[in-house]
């Protein structure tokens, strides 16, 4: 599990850079994109929880280095799908940051530092509810560029200036 969250991470980092030398209003979006078809792995177009479920478990696997079955900041942190570089194109590390660190702390639900494997489980499962617009068990590629807990946090953080609901 650990290589296939690897090489997804590796992926989307290299597609990162050229994608958002694209106008504004697209920004993130290729990015989110390449994420929701991750995760849509049959490409039918839309996700269930047994798909995010098994995103997850490969996401907590991949960030979990030292395969104590807890990650820490550092790990989490250190995942990215490439929302990293585009905040250093955009000239936002610290805000990409402060967006990781806002979501860690969501996850963690006890705040003790650190995610437990039920812990992501519970958040991407909240998450996963509230994306869930019209509340039919499945999430479009639109509920889940437009809703989703993480990449709305990433998305807003590195460009504040733009309004998502409209792209």
Do not use: C
Not at 38 to 62: L, Q
Not at 107 to 113: G, I, L, Q, S, T
Request: overall charge negative; hydrophobic content about 45%.
């Amino acid at each position: 599990m650990t290589s296939v969250s690897t090489a997804l991470a590796l992926m989307l980092a290299g597609i990162a850079a050229p994608a958002f030398a694209q106008e504004a209003p697209t920004f993130g979006r290729e990015v989110a994109e390449q994420t929701f078809a991750s995760i849509d792995e049959e490409g039918r177009g839309y996700i269930h929880m047994g798909d995010m479920e098994r995103f997850r478990a490969g996401m907590f696997a991949g960030m979990d280095y030292d395969n104590d079955l807890k990650v820490t900041f550092e790990e989490f942190s250190a995942w990215d799908t490439g929302f990293g570089e585009v905040a250093e194109e955009e000239g936002r590390p610290d805000a990409f940051i402060t967006a990781t660190k806002i979501v860690f702390s969501f996850w963690d639900r006890n705040a003790d530092f650190v995610l437990t494997d039920g812990e992501m489980r519970s958040s991407i499962n909240a998450d996963f509810q509230r994306a869930d617009i019209d509340e039919d068990g499945l999430l479009s590629q639109e509920e889940f560029l437009q809703s989703f807990g993480i990449i709305v946090a990433m998305r807003a953080a590195i460009r504040p200036d733009i309004d998502y609901r409209a792209n």
